[in-house]
């Protein structure tokens, strides 16, 4: 296999995806076929024998994600969270232990929760970036550390390499949800994570019309262990779910780039405006994070939360007033989305110790024009 080009951006468009040797076509073809002819019992043409177990299509974007990770090994689901079970089921049993973000995304912490909690899989939550909390929190039983960064909704920042040193030492495995910010702004795997997960429906799809995630291992040893269970489990992404993310993949630097200029545009306009008490956004110096996020981060990412000084009630207001930004759960497409994260994606924390603020309101910043997006945010937050 031909090494990825050096340059992310050449990885986009070319990893896993050469012409079509049969037609020229530059695009590679959707395989939407559920079996395939062998020659002879047991022969199977090139490996290919039923697309639970393997897809030309699902290939070529596991390719493509490992080439951009820069990983051994890159696994297409059909979701976020089939990756998710998917990594917990491979690396725990019952009886085993989990540390996770103290502001995890809510649907990790309901798997983990819920699902693996009545499998006898405990956990702890624990702030990532208060790195003693996160020692304290490591047991002899403890098989992963997972992290997010920036987190969803609070956008936290967490020291990759720093914990990849706590979860090494303790004999876990670091698992790095890298959803918000792309493999375009950060490759965990570089800092020592041993898998990276993402739903491709955000970022890497980019156009709100596809549901996948994709894990990316480090070493080919564990790629095969999460091969293993992707086949079991069978949760694989389709083909031309796959072949929608591959083409999203495509655009993702140029993209990211407006993304990452409109969100700081908005973020400095919400931290000067009266009726907002607090921004989240670590590309502002005054984030807590902002220093390791440079670090690690090629710039900030499109997501922007804040706090609205009246509370609640006026932070609904605000979702409910906004025009061009659109009330919509999900986020990392070209449209700006806006949400209330109490209420809406993090419902499944509420009365937990991840509960988030009420007045919170998190923005996904699309691609628009930029003045647009702010005069629609000045009009929902006038009142």
């Not at 043409?45 to 290939?59: I, K, M």
């Not at 694989?236 to 990211?256: C, I, N």
Request: with cysteine.
């Amino acid at each position: 296999m031909p090494q990825p080009p050096e340059h992310f951006e050449t990885r986009a468009i070319h990893a896993g995806q050469p012409s079509d040797p049969r037609t020229g076509a530059v695009v590679p073809p959707i395989f939407q076929v559920s079996t395939y002819q062998q020659d002879a019992v047991g022969s199977p043409r090139e490996g290919w024998e039923y697309s639970r177990s393997g897809n030309p299509t699902r290939a070529a974007l596991e390719e493509c994600m490992a080439a951009l990770e820069g990983g051994a090994r890159g696994l297409a689901f059909a979701s976020g969270l089939a990756a998710e079970d998917c990594v917990l089921r491979t690396l725990c049993a019952p009886g085993d232990h989990v540390v996770v973000p103290g502001d995890a995304y809510g649907g990790t912490f309901r798997l983990v929760n819920t699902v693996f909690g009545r499998w006898g899989v405990e956990h702890t939550a624990v702030h990532l970036a208060d790195l003693d909390a996160v020692r304290a929190a490591m047991r002899p039983n403890t098989k992963v550390l997972w992290c997010e960064t920036p987190t969803n909704p609070l956008l936290s920042i967490a020291d990759i390499g720093a914990l990849a040193v706590i979860a090494h030492e303790a004999g876990a495995l670091l698992v790095v949800d890298n959803t918000f910010a792309s493999p375009y702004l950060q490759q965990p795997l570089s800092f020592g994570a041993d898998v990276v997960l993402h739903s491709t429906t955000k970022y890497l799809g980019g156009h709100s019309d596809v549901v996948g995630g994709a894990l990316v291992a480090a070493d080919a040893e564990l790629g095969a262990r999460l091969a293993f269970h992707q086949n079991a489990i069978g949760s694989v992404a389709g083909p031309f779910d796959s072949w929608l993310v591959m083409r999203g993949v495509k655009t993702l630097a140029v993209r990211m780039d407006r993304h990452c200029d409109n969100a700081a545009r908005i973020a400095t306009f919400l931290q000067h405006h009266k009726a907002v008490s607090q921004v989240l956004y670590p590309g502002l110096p005054s984030h807590a994070g902002h220093e390791i996020a440079a670090k690690q981060m090629r710039n900030f990412g499109g997501m922007v939360s804040f706090r609205v000084d009246a509370g609640e009630l006026a932070a609904i207001d605000v979702c409910n007033r906004a025009r061009l930004f659109t009330l919509a759960e999900s986020l990392g497409g070209v449209e700006s989305l806006i949400e209330h994260p109490g209420r809406m994606t993090h419902a499944s924390v509420v009365g937990s110790p991840l509960e988030v603020p009420a007045d919170l309101v998190r923005l996904s910043v699309g691609i628009e024009n930029v003045d647009d997006l702010l005069a629609d945010l000045e009009q929902a937050l006038a009142g």
